[in-house]
């Protein structure tokens, strides 16, 4: 799949969700993002597309083999620069908006050097 920001936040919403309810629905993101129905349906059908994701008859929203480990990537990535920037003395609150937006454009090799002194690796 493309890379494309909102598909990430999507994968990463489902993700979060995963872990804390038991059946995820296209309503549950929807609520969670506070997007509208038929946007989330739209990108749920991206992500079908992309073999990312699996939707049961019942609605229930699994992940591929492929789109776990994407996701996983993309929270792993949100989590890790979350921690730098709180590291470095940003407040928590704009460290999760900043981490969310810098998750999906910085370069694999910035984030394994962040990651190491976020972690205390350097």
């Known amino acids: ?9 999507y994968l990463e ?9 038991k ?7 929807a609520n969670f993002l506070q997007y509208s129905k038929p946007s989330v ?6 992500l079908r597309d992309s073999n990312l994701i699996v939707v049961g008859k019942d609605g229930a929203i699994d992940f591929t083999d492929e789109g776990l480990q994407y996701a996983n990537s ?4 949100h989590k890790v620069l ?8 940003v407040s928590e609150s704009v460290a ?3 981490a969310c937006r810098m998750e999906h454009v910085i370069s694999e090799e910035t984030f394994l050097k962040i990651k190491q002194i976020a972690e205390g690796d350097n």
């Open 1 to 9: 799949m493309k890379k494309l920001e909102s598909g990430e936040m």
């Open 13 to 21: 919403s489902i993700f979060v969700l995963k872990n804390s309810i």
């Open 23 to 29: 059946k995820v629905h296209a309503t549950d993101v």
């Open 41 to 46: 349906s739209r990108a749920l059908g991206i």
């Open 74 to 77: 993309i929270y792993e990535k």
């Open 82 to 89: 979350t921690r730098f920037l709180c590291k470095m003395g």
């Open 96 to 98: 999760e908006k900043d």
